[in-house]
């Protein structure tokens, strides 16, 4: 049986109960289900029940209100705007099976629209048929497609795609990576050495390293943000498969412990299903 979204598990609250000790508890339950760090959960509600003994706010609305202004400190959206005539590089970062890959064709195809002139580099050069998804995306979107045979230097083929963007007079690259956490010391390395190469092409301030986490993988999100931020840094998140999940706590206690805030937010599997990240719905849509 599906797990209810915390929005309908929220309003179920109201419905069967006054609001005492019993009621944050299960508020507080209500928001690990949905995916909320049970730490930050804790905390949450504990600061809420103060908050509402002290203003006396018993409604719904006003507790409602009340979530939405603490969430609201957690998550802040992000926009990355590539410089004209220079290098810039966006790396995509995060496991297998997120979604990485559609999601950097997704990003190339959004920028292009704004008028860039993109790069696509696959420098995923172990996973199976991963340079191939990428230049069918390429061939489909018509943006260019740097890549080198499988199990070469993953680094290489960023050099040679910022060496292509200088030639060209400036261009944004945005390069696809590898993500098998299994082989955990093997990938910190090899992003490592991406970061150095990334580092020294793109021009001063053009360099960016996105994370992508699947909306639908509850904590984990937040073990993949602490790996990715520890060896390389993460500037930005990217949330994919968001149409299919009813919950997105998981963003929330990114923002809390890492501060990492959030640039898009994909809703399907379509080139355009993806949007800039807009704080104020998402905190609608969870809360409901």
């Given at each position: 049986m599906a797990r209810l979204s915390f929005a309908q598990a929220f309003k179920n609250l109201f419905s069967s109960k006054k609001i005492d000790e019993e009621f944050f508890e299960d508020l507080t339950d209500a928001l690990v289900?949905?995916?909320?760090?049970?730490?930050?959960?804790?905390?949450?509600?504990?600061?809420?029940?103060?908050?509402?003994?002290?203003?006396?706010?018993s409604e719904e609305a006003e507790i409602k209100n009340e979530l939405k202004l603490m969430l609201s400190s957690y998550v802040?959206?992000?926009?990355?705007?590539p410089e004209k005539g220079k290098v810039n590089i966006y790396m995509m970062l995060g496991v297998n099976g997120v979604g990485k890959t559609t999601t950097a064709a997704k990003v190339a195809k959004l920028y292009k629209e704004r008028g860039e002139h993109v790069i696509l580099a696959a420098s995923d050069t172990f996973r199976a048929a991963a340079e191939e998804q990428l230049e069918m995306h390429g061939e489909r979107l018509e943006i260019r497609v740097i890549s080198h045979q499988h199990g070469s230097d993953p680094s290489?083929?960023?050099?040679?795609?910022?060496?292509?963007a200088r030639a060209q007079g400036g261009s944004l690259i945005i390069a696809d990576t590898a993500g098998r956490l299994h082989n955990k010391e093997n990938l910190v390395r090899?992003?490592?050495?991406?970061?150095?190469?990334?580092?020294?092409?793109a021009d001063a301030g053009c360099y960016k390293k996105?994370?992508?986490?699947?909306?639908?993988?509850?904590?984990?999100?937040?073990?993949?943000?602490?790996?990715?931020?520890e060896s390389v840094g993460v500037d930005a998140i990217v949330i994919t498969k968001y149409d299919s999940t009813a919950r997105g706590g998981c963003v929330f206690t990114i923002g809390k412990e890492l501060r990492i805030p959030v640039l898009f937010v994909c809703t399907g599997e379509k080139y355009e299903n993806i949007e800039p990240f807009n704080p104020e719905k998402y905190i609608e849509e969870f809360i409901g």
């Amino acid at each position: 049986m599906a797990r209810l979204s915390f929005a309908q598990a929220f309003k179920n609250l109201f419905s069967s109960k006054k609001i005492d000790e019993e009621f944050f508890e299960d508020l507080t339950d209500a928001l690990v289900e949905g995916d909320m760090g049970a730490k930050m959960a804790y905390e949450l509600t504990e600061s809420l029940e103060k908050l509402c003994r002290e203003k006396k706010i018993s409604e719904e609305a006003e507790i409602k209100n009340e979530l939405k202004l603490m969430l609201s400190s957690y998550v802040k959206k992000v926009d990355f705007t590539p410089e004209k005539g220079k290098v810039n590089i966006y790396m995509m970062l995060g496991v297998n099976g997120v979604g990485k890959t559609t999601t950097a064709a997704k990003v190339a195809k959004l920028y292009k629209e704004r008028g860039e002139h993109v790069i696509l580099a696959a420098s995923d050069t172990f996973r199976a048929a991963a340079e191939e998804q990428l230049e069918m995306h390429g061939e489909r979107l018509e943006i260019r497609v740097i890549s080198h045979q499988h199990g070469s230097d993953p680094s290489a083929v960023v050099f040679d795609a910022a060496e292509s963007a200088r030639a060209q007079g400036g261009s944004l690259i945005i390069a696809d990576t590898a993500g098998r956490l299994h082989n955990k010391e093997n990938l910190v390395r090899e992003l490592q050495k991406i970061d150095r190469i990334a580092s020294q092409k793109a021009d001063a301030g053009c360099y960016k390293k996105i994370l992508v986490i699947d909306g639908t993988t509850g904590q984990n999100a937040l073990r993949q943000a602490e790996v990715f931020s520890e060896s390389v840094g993460v500037d930005a998140i990217v949330i994919t498969k968001y149409d299919s999940t009813a919950r997105g706590g998981c963003v929330f206690t990114i923002g809390k412990e890492l501060r990492i805030p959030v640039l898009f937010v994909c809703t399907g599997e379509k080139y355009e299903n993806i949007e800039p990240f807009n704080p104020e719905k998402y905190i609608e849509e969870f809360i409901g």
